[in-house]
């Protein structure tokens, strides 16, 4: 057998190969959520406010509160295991 042969012949499993990409798409998400934690608000598109429905005054959006970002839900996943480690300690 060709040496070329013998290396087309010997692949990994390509299961193998979606588990290292889905590993380093979770670890590039949880670094993402590290550097910047919040996201805009999805209610009021980061504005923290909307109209009333006369159109005179302003009123607060409800999910976050006025202030136009939400934490991810990395970051919350990412705090808890610091929390845990704190905890263990």
Do not use: E
Not at 22 to 39: D, F, K, M, N, S
Not at 63 to 85: E, F, N, V
């Amino acid at each position: 057998m060709s040496p070329l042969l013998a290396a087309a012949s010997h692949t990994t499993h390509p299961s193998t190969a979606w588990l290292l990409l889905a590993t380093l798409g979770a670890i590039g998400y949880l670094l993402h959520c590290v550097i910047w934690p919040y996201r805009a608000c999805r209610k009021c598109d980061g504005a923290g406010r909307f109209r009333s429905p006369s159109g005179r005054a302003w009123r607060y959006c409800n999910r976050c509160g006025g202030k136009g970002a939400q934490l991810r839900t990395g970051r919350r996943i990412w705090t808890h295991l610091k929390s845990i480690d704190r905890n263990r300690r």
